[in-house]
């Protein structure tokens, strides 16, 4: 990677743990984010898609500290975050922001608008009194609302101007990162492209990078540069938005691309239906956890191999699995052992404290 | 008979309201559409078009008191079932015509197990003993292929996942062999490649059973993927409807459109500017504009003081004609 990350995610964990019996012992630990690494360049717009329980929402809370992690580390530009407490995370989380799925749910309703935008400012004890309502009448106009919204209450606007509010609460103090959780999910499809166009102006007016979770491809594609798939608490597949879309290698990312319905009744292109559900992150398999879904016949071979992402082109890590590559791509791995990506937290010099 | 398939439904100027604080808001204004024998027909629409009201309305499910039909002909297999006996539309609701529903946690009831509900439908429906019931259960279960069905009918809603939850409301539906099935966003709740599953498995039951169905969604996609026609609501209106090939290659409608345009496909360049349909959908309460899309594009419509109608512009392809919504 060229550019210095702005985020680097380093083998984390994030593991909630079940607890059960009468002495309410712990019994075992949802294993909602497993072994992830990632980078993000800043400017850039990593997707992150895959389906409900898959861990893409714990994975980007955990990013920002809202979660605590289990293990592995999380660098923010050079500052190691991942144990930080919340007194010295304060000053740092200027710099990222998040924008949640159901606005109605992450805004007050008993603020006012110019409330909800004013506290970060008040919080981090920026600008005088007339500054801050410059600020936030600022901020409205960006985000294309009204100045008069400023009055008003959130429940008195519709959902996609709800989002708005949100994202101008996050952009106020202008964050390096944003993690956007299923930003357009809740929003009929004429609002959905109003605020995706938003976002796309915004990171080219601000620089911003963004982590972007949904559940939608076509949503994800269209607003990333890179795509990573998740899968039961791991990223199976990481590439361009262009190459997972155009040449997907792992076989949950391709069953993905096929399931997405396409809206041109002349193109019936042939779906891969998968059996059965995800399996529980509570008893994940020892294996491969797509392999076991399919039953696939190399399922027992996966158990104690190591399917960590391999660099099976240029920018494009696929897990080394073989239940889930074609013959030439896991022969091309298995035989270019040396290929082996190492470790981010190694390949990138950083300023330990 | 001619070459065209006869409608086992007709949706004819439908009308329903609801009270409200502000007054009787029309969430269904006048909607007419068919329902040819054997083919799916979908309404499309985005949240607060009407399009779930207009299919409640013609099993008569509203919510009381709040909800009324003022006007317009419902006819089913030509029987008028607007103003069919509480008793008739009871036996024709869950028996000829089957309703799966969006939600389907909300749709089970949680207390129960799957098999005293999924039996419970074919006591209701057909005078058989509770053993044989049982049966028909489990054999509904296997057509909407769960595996091991005779475990899964001694299990409750919460042990099973939402493909299996939508699956065992999907068998409910159809437990009597309806000759119609109104599925109100039958996969909304659903991942993606459940959302696969249960769309394949419906319309292997439609062409196995012979049925006709409904199928309502905010999902283009899954219009082109599974309709024969579609119905394009807007604002409690219909703007369009033609047949899923004539839709999405000639859309009339500025309506229909706009929607298709402010999709990304796979094939749309990455952070490319999407089209966009600005404002949101008009308030039902005002009627201060004879369109109501002219309305949400701030258009003053002082030409058009009359609601605009419809004019058929080829075979089974009907628009509204607003001035300047319409846009041959």
Known sequence: MSAFPVLSVSQLRVHFPVHGGVMLRQTGAVRAVDDVSLDIAPGETLGLVGESGCGKSTLGKAVVRLLKPTSGTIHFENTDITRASQRALRPLRRDFQMIFQDPAESLDPRMSVRSILEEPFIIHGLGSRTERIQWVDGLLDRVGLPAAAAERYSFEFSGGQRQRIGIARALALKPKLIVCDEPVSALDVSIQSQILNLLVELQQDFGLSYLFIAHDLSVVKHVSDRVAVMYLGKIVEVATAEMIYRDPRHAYTKALLSAIPTPDPQARREKILLEGDVPSPMDPPAGSAFGHRMGHPRYEESIGMDLALREIAPGHQVAADPCCLTENDWASLAGDSARALPRSADSIPRVMP | ?328
Request: net charge positive; aromatic share 4%.
């Open chain 2, 1 to 328: 008979m001619t070459d065209v398939p006869e409608n086992i439904l007709v949706v004819d100027k439908l009308i329903t309201s609801f009270e409200s604080d502000r007054g009787l808001l029309r969430a269904v204004d006048q909607v007419s559409f068919s329902v040819p024998e054997g083919k799916t027909v979908g309404i499309v629409g985005e949240s607060g078009c009407g399009k779930s009201v207009t299919a409640m309305s013609i099993v008569r499910l509203l919510p009381q008191p709040a909800g009324k039909i003022l006007g317009g002909q419902v006819l089913f297999k030509g029987r008028d079932l607007l103003h069919a006996s509480d008793v008739m539309i009871r036996k024709v609701r869950g028996g000829e015509i089957g309703v799966i529903f969006q939600e389907p946690m909300s749709a089970l009831n949680p207390v129960h197990r799957i098999g005293r509900q999924v039996a419970e439908v074919f006591r209701l429906h057909k005078k058989i003993s509770k053993r044989d019931a049982w049966d028909a259960a489990t054999e509904m279960l296997k057509l909407v292929r769960i595996p091991a069905p005779e475990k899964r009918m001694l299990d409750y809603p919460h042990h099973l996942s939402g493909g299996m939850r939508q699956r065992i409301v999907i068998a409910l539906a159809l437990a009597c062999r309806p000759s119609l099935v109104i599925a109100d966003e039958p996969t909304t709740a659903l991942d993606v490649t459940v959302q696969a599953q249960i769309l394949d498995l419906m319309a292997r039951l439609q062409s196995e059973l012979k049925m006709s169905m409904i199928l309502i969604t905010h999902d283009l996609g899954v219009i082109a993927e599974t309709c024969d026609e579609v119905v394009v609501m807007y604002a409690g209106r219909v703007v369009e409807r033609a047949s899923a090939a004539e839709l999405f290659a000639h859309p009339l409608h500025a309506y229909t459109r706009g929607l298709l345009q402010s999709i990304p496909t796979l094939a749309t360049p990455s952070k490319s500017i999407l089209r966009t349909i600005p404002g949101m959908v008009a308030s039902l309460a005002d009627h201060t504009h004879a369109c109501r899309f002219c309305q949400r594009m701030g258009r003053s419509s002082a030409d058009a003081r009359d609601r605009p109608g419809y004019a058929e512009v080829s075979p089974r392809h009907w628009v509204e004609t607003c001035p300047v919504c319409y846009q041959p």
